[in-house]
């Protein structure tokens, strides 16, 4: 049952004083995009009736089969709290949708909505929980980001050390105003990095929130006259910003990956997902890890996962068992970064996680000590694997592993190899800095 029906938003939006509704969608790299209407045109959108070139979004369609619609999904209407209160703005997420009145097969929330349904054949509910970091840097005279900032604040510092603890502090009030539950919110280890944690959610909902945050991060930022960066390395010589995952299913209201009686208290459907994610994770990381600059991250020294291996009592591997165990038992995924479309990399992630399930995909022990201590030979000899080292390799995974292009779709998987070869050729023709220092003056 919805939570809202069209009466209710048309009751809504006479009540609080909307003027403006915002129809938004995401395109295929995760990117937020809106077709905004007034009021008066609220019933023609409701009615599905809302049409936009899809043939101006990268990654959609070709100029000659352009006419896409807006389906709103009511029960992701919100009132954006930083707008003026006399004539508010308002949102709706929308689905994407062919004029003969099929799903758009490019659109990410759709592609996420055919692998949730296929957990549901199963009887299971997929519940995410994200951690989004980020940092907040100041803008230059003409308001354009720069990487500077003047704080040198730490892990869990608080003010006036942290001088972004002000404006954290408004985002956790504008996002509890839209609904959110935010159970923390603190400095990271970077200076100028933060961390802003709300609560679990079923699989659409947490990714439709993941959008939701960033577009509220960045724009209480800006009234600070800060810029929120979720680039995943923007300095070198720190560590850069993650969106670890955390996975749990349920069956019948019960998590289904608590076992009291296993020495880890986990049951045999958690194994049999946590290895249907290691089996798939290099397939997977151009979705999890999309940009040329995720894998600036993903390097030693900097907290961050590279080896493919689990854990229940340490943070070096790429999956870490939390102590909660009940109903909290879950399976955190610490290599995905908040330039993921939240969509495609939950999407992939679940049908990782159900291959596991499905064909019993065993997992290899645990690694219980320090991955990054340990010798080439003795990750040699305990057969870890590593990610991708960087995103050319990542395509090319992603182009092999057919359960990943399957849930991707041939639309997706095609256009968004052929974009991500294209950034990465791109790439590779820059002239850096750091190869002008090193080399000019030897040569």
């Not at 004029?99 to 592609?111: M, Q």
């Not at 985002?171 to 935010?182: K, N, P, S, T």
């Not at 970077?190 to 993941?210: K, M, S, T, V, W």
């Not at 939240?342 to 019993?360: E, H, Q, S, T």
């Amino acid at each position: 049952m919805g939570k809202y029906t069209k009466q209710d938003i048309i009751r809504l939006v006479e009540e609080e004083d909307v003027e403006f509704i915002r129809l938004q969608f995401t395109d295929m790299f995760g990117t937020f995009k809106n077709v905004a209407i007034t009021k008066s045109q609220l019933g023609k959108a409701l009615d599905n009736q809302c049409m936009f070139d899809g043939s101006s979004i990268e990654g959609f369609v070709r100029i000659e089969e352009s006419d896409m619609y807006l389906y709103p999904d009511l029960d992701t209407f919100a009132i954006f709290p930083w707008r003026p209160q006399q004539g508010k703005v308002a949102r709706i997420i929308c689905d994407i949708y062919r004029p003969n009145g099929a799903p758009f097969e490019g659109d990410p929330r759709y592609i996420l909505k055919k692998t949730l349904a296929e957990a549901r054949e199963m009887g299971y509910q997929f519940d995410v929980g994200p951690e989004c970091e980020f940092f907040l840097f100041h803008t230059d005279e003409e308001g354009r980001p720069t990487t500077t900032t003047h704080e040198r604040a730490g892990y869990f510092d608080l003010g006036p050390v942290d001088l972004g603890e002000n404006a954290r502090r408004d985002m956790v009030l504008a996002l509890e105003e839209m609904g959110f539950e935010i159970e923390t919110s603190h400095h990271e280890v970077a200076p100028a990095q933060h961390e802003i944690d709300f609560r679990y959610g079923e699989g659409l909902a947490a990714a439709d929130n993941i959008m939701t945050f960033k577009l509220a991060v960045k724009t209480i930022a800006k009234r600070f006259g800060l810029f929120a960066s979720f680039m995943p390395k923007p300095k070198h010589g720190v560590n850069g910003s993650g969106m670890h995952i955390n996975m749990s299913v349920s069956k019948d209201g019960n998590n289904i990956f608590y076992d009291s009686s296993d020495p880890w208290g986990l049951s045999q459907e958690a194994y049999f997902f946590m290895g249907g994610l290691m089996a798939h994770m290099r397939g997977m990381a151009a979705i999890t890890n999309p940009l040329v600059n995720s894998y600036k991250r993903l390097v030693p020294g900097y907290e961050a996962p590279i080896y493919i291996a689990w854990s229940a009592t340490n943070r070096s591997p790429l999956i870490r068992i939390p102590s909660s165990r009940g109903e909290a038992t879950r399976i955190e995924l610490r290599c995905p970064d908040p330039a993921a479309n939240p969509y495609l990399a939950l999407a992939v992630c679940l049908a990782a996680g159900l291959d596991g399930i499905k064909n019993r995909i065993q997992p290899p022990a645990p690694i219980n000590s320090n991955i990054f201590e340990l010798r080439k030979d003795e990750k040699a000899a305990l057969k870890i694997a590593s990610l991708p080292v960087d995103l050319h390799e990542a395509v090319k995974e992603m182009q092999q592993d057919a359960l990943v292009c399957s849930v991707l779709g041939t639309h997706i998987s095609e256009r968004y190899a052929k974009a991500k070869k294209a950034e990465w050729a791109s790439y590779r023709e820059q002239v850096t800095d750091w190869e002008i220092s090193n080399y000019l003056y030897k040569i």
